[in-house]
């Protein structure tokens, strides 16, 4: 069996969630179009007949303005710690870039700096011809190869998983191959609540927002339970954010629960109770007690 771990980084909004779940064919990271959408590098197992390779999905690595934002520090921290335990790192781009960012020239000084395999994956190449946005990115960094992929609509998938296969070694397994991702059940149901606010919220409520589960109680756990009862609070830094999460006679988080309850009851194949509450956690982002308690550590 070929096993190892592949680091997928790259800008936010590239395609990196999509391309994790497009290989599981099954969601196991959360999207949207707002970037920061990915805020912790979770662990995705993909198993065939000859190999298991562990996908860690990375946050979006990006410039740091205001350092005083400890979420910010958080996540570039979480692409850096993911690179010290991988195998080969992918660095995903999409085909329609035609300019260099300060983030692009941070990330090649480090991969630069790092003696793996690395793997330059265009993605979105259905949209845009990627022979300019590659051009740019070779010349500011040295891979093994290159390879050009559609996440959403699955080409070129199967070469790809043979590319990376190419780099890793022979070796036991590392998970259960019944293990879809390294993350509890929790987690997944504050990523699928935090996914709505996404979708649902515009400008900066969804990211001065978090989802904190206080109560997760299964019948898989509790013989005496028919439902899954979730208790989540969203929290949020002003008062002003809170109204919006709540939204006018409480439709917003209304529809919030609604669309999270019905995803959940998909992935768990259980009756879901969503009790969802907001409270105001004042900065909570330039606060590590309240990143601690957030699970950003």
Not at 204 to 224: G, L, R, T, W
Not at 269 to 276: A, E, Q
Request: charged share 30%; hydrophobic share 40%; with cysteine.
């Amino acid at each position: 069996m070929k096993v190892g771990t592949v680091a997928v980084i790259g800008r936010p909004n590239v395609g990196k969630s999509s391309l994790v779940n497009a290989l599981l064919k099954s969601k196991a990271s959360i999207v949207s179009s707002k970037p920061q959408t990915t805020r912790n590098s979770i662990r995705c197992i993909y198993n065939d007949s000859d190999s298991q390779i562990i996908f860690t999905d990375t946050p979006g690595f990006f410039e740091i303005d205001n350092s005083r934002n400890k979420l910010n520090l958080y996540l570039n921290e979480s692409v850096v710690n993911s690179l010290d335990e991988c195998d080969v790192i992918c660095w995903l781009i999409d085909s329609a870039t035609r300019k260099l960012k300060d983030d692009d020239l941070k990330n090649a000084k480090l991969l630069n700096t790092i003696n793996l395999p690395k793997i330059l994956v265009a993605n979105k190449s259905d949209a845009a011809n990627p022979e300019e946005a590659v051009k740019l990115f070779s010349g500011i960094c040295k891979f093994d190869s290159v390879i050009n992929i559609s996440a959403k609509f699955r080409k070129n998938l199967g070469e790809f998983l043979a590319l990376v296969k190419s780099f890793l070694q022979e070796g036991e397994l590392l998970y259960d191959p019944e293990i879809l991702m390294d993350s509890t059940e929790r987690f997944m149901a504050a990523e699928i609540i935090r996914e709505k606010m996404l979708m649902l919220l515009r400008d900066e409520v969804p990211h001065c927002s978090a989802v904190e589960i206080n109560e997760y109680k299964s019948p898989d756990e509790f013989e005496n339970r028919k439902d899954l009862y979730i208790r989540a609070s969203l929290i949020t830094e002003t008062e002003g954010q809170k109204a919006i999460l709540i939204g006018s006679g409480g439709k917003m988080i209304k529809k919030i629960g609604s669309l999270s309850r019905t995803e959940l009851e998909k992935i768990t194949g259980h009756k879901t109770f969503l009790d969802l509450w907001v409270k105001v956690l004042p900065n909570w982002r330039k606060n590590n007690l309240a990143m601690r308690r957030l699970g950003y550590v």
